[in-house]
């Protein structure tokens, strides 16, 4: 069998979070959810599909699948997946250790389980050794809003929508006892900054954050990969710390487990090498006694992959889904959660049928 077309879509889908938009998911300032969708084509008549990372810049994903990763694996037979990504991966070790040609293989490599799974009859689960669940709880991961009074009215949403699990994308003290306050006790919370303090700032933040009981205090520091500063906050701030989304690979997760950086360590696999890739990263963080949640703010065959990942590992884990309502979504309705409940694929591969007019209809280039 061989690859013959490898396509990649970069797509943009209006959506609605219910407080006003920022542009910063977009790769030009429009107001969309932005995704890169992959599909790769067989002579066997066999089509995958898989996602690449980009956010604000998936314009630069999707020149990537383009321009480097599809011609290096048209020609090339799908069905050996680790044999194929591993060649791969060397053939391009300058540029794909992480960031956006790391991030295209990994859009790949889900493309080449779907692949797997149809070939199989199976959903990808299947080939992990099998659901140990049907359904996987999911957390709210609240857009960055800003405004304590907006905070509290999105987390009220939620709650109504019946999640469990709140992430607030914020920096303040302000937002998160508007957010404890709005959600009351029982409601878990998790902070999300996105890097943006110091560790002598973020000390002093945790400080005041303490007594909101954060489930979590995910990305505290810029740079991400200050490892030893992650370990540092963990001894001295007194709140669970989660990282690891801008993690490249599972050297890396290996590294930063090994320097004590995280309570919860999130690689993303649409980042960090697919399904393939998670596989391992689930063993390494179970090795080490860490506790893996995976970043997933995405709404397409990454996140779907994703559920196939979670359903197949013995830990029960959180699934992330980015709390947006697009206008339509081409995996369908197995890729929003019902009652803060995501239901597990049971079709062959990822077990959800494309919408390819969608794409069509959403398609930027
Ligand atoms: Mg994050």
Redesign the pocket.
């Known amino acids: 069998m061989k690859i013959t077309g490898v396509e990649s879509f970069l797509i943009g889908i209006p959506y609605e979070h219910g407080a006003p938009k920022s542009a910063l998911a977009t790769s030009d300032g429009r107001l969309t959810q932005d995704a890169v969708y992959i599909r790769v084509a067989t002579d066997a008549g066999i089509t995958g599909w898989g996602e690449a990372f980009g956010f604000g810049g998936c314009l630069m994903s999707h020149l990537a699948m383009k321009r480097v990763i599809a011609p290096l694996a048209i020609g090339c037979d799908p069905r050996d997946i680790p044999a194929l990504m591993t060649d791969l991966y060397r053939r391009t070790q300058g540029m794909s250790r992480n960031g956006p040609v790391g991030f295209a293989l990994s859009g790949l490599d889900i493309a080449l389980w779907d692949i797997a799974g149809k070939i199989a009859g199976k959903p990808i689960h299947a080939l992990l050794g099998g659901a140990r669940r049907q359904t996987i709880q999911s957390y709210a991961s609240l857009l960055r809003i800003g405004a304590p009074d907006m905070v509290a009215k999105v987390c009220n949403i939620a709650r109504a929508r019946g999640y469990q699990h709140i992430k607030l994308h914020e920096r303040t003290t302000e937002a998160v006892a508007a957010a404890r306050a709005a959600l009351g006790p029982d409601i878990g919370v998790m902070l ?1 900054t ?1 890097c943006t303090w110091d560790i002598a700032r973020a000390l002093e933040m945790c400080a005041q954050l303490r007594p909101y009981n954060l489930a979590w205090l ?2 505290p520091i810029f740079p991400p990969d200050d490892f030893a500063g992650l370990a540092r906050l963990r001894r001295d701030g007194g709140i669970p710390i989660a990282a690891g ?1 801008n993690l490249g690979n599972t050297m890396d997760l290996q590294h930063a487990i090994s320097l004590g950086a995280f309570d919860i360590a ?1 690689p993303d696999l649409a980042k960090m090498g697919g399904i393939t890739e998670m596989w391992k990263a689930l063993d390494i963080a179970r090795r080490a006694n860490v506790r893996l949640e995976p ?1 997933s703010p995405l709404f397409g065959p990454a996140l779907i992959a994703t559920l196939h990942v979670l359903a197949a590992t013995p830990e029960d884990t959180l699934c992330e889904f980015y709390f947006a309502d697009l206008e339509h979504t081409p995996v369908g309705p197995l890729g929003t959660p019902r009652d803060g409940m995501f239901t597990v694929p049971s079709g062959p591969g990822l077990g959800v049928d494309i919408d390819e007019a969608l794409l069509a209809r959403y398609r930027i280039e």
């Open positions: 999300d996105n995910e990305e989304e999130q970043h």
